[in-house]
């Protein structure tokens, strides 16, 4: 059974950091293109980094440049969101999704349809 699973989500002060971990299992994720994406209330899930199968491309959306990395330990099976420099506004659910075969670049970011296989989510908030 296809799975991944999120976690490492909480609460945190502003500038402060988490790390997100998206754990697969049912499958490799050697050949997925991984994206992370966030759903804060009342808005639309949106793609804040991908990761592509390939060759090691990233994106990252320009709210989270700088601040956010990901990366992944094929060992493990598991994809990594490190988040540093925390704002109020990062605030939301975040999701992992992988799609088999996807391309990601700075020019070619996630989009929702595209990926077949989500995680059930964990929260971020970000508050003092």
């Known amino acids: 059974q296809v799975q991944l699973e999120e976690s490492g989500g909480g609460l945190v002060q502003p500038g402060g950091s988490l790390r997100l971990s998206c754990a697969a299992s049912?499958?490799?994720?050697?050949?997925?293109?991984i994206g992370w994406f966030r759903q804060a209330p009342g808005k639309e899930r949106e793609g804040v980094s991908c990761?592509?199968?390939?060759?090691?491309?990233?994106y990252s959306a320009d709210s989270v440049k700088g601040r956010f990395a990901i990366s992944r330990d094929n060992a493990k099976n598991t994809v990594y969101l490190q988040m540093n420099a925390l704002k109020p506004e990062d605030t939301a659910v975040y999701y992992c999704?992988?799609?088999?075969?996807?391309?990601?670049?700075?020019?070619?970011?996630?989009?929702?349809?595209?990926?077949?296989?989500w995680g059930q989510g964990t929260q971020v908030t970000v508050s003092s």
């Open positions: 999704a992988a799609s088999l075969g996807l391309y990601c670049s700075d020019t070619y970011p996630p989009r929702v349809y595209e990926y077949h296989y």
């Open positions: 990761l592509s199968n390939s060759d090691g491309n990233t």
């Open positions: 049912g499958f490799t994720l050697d050949f997925y293109a």
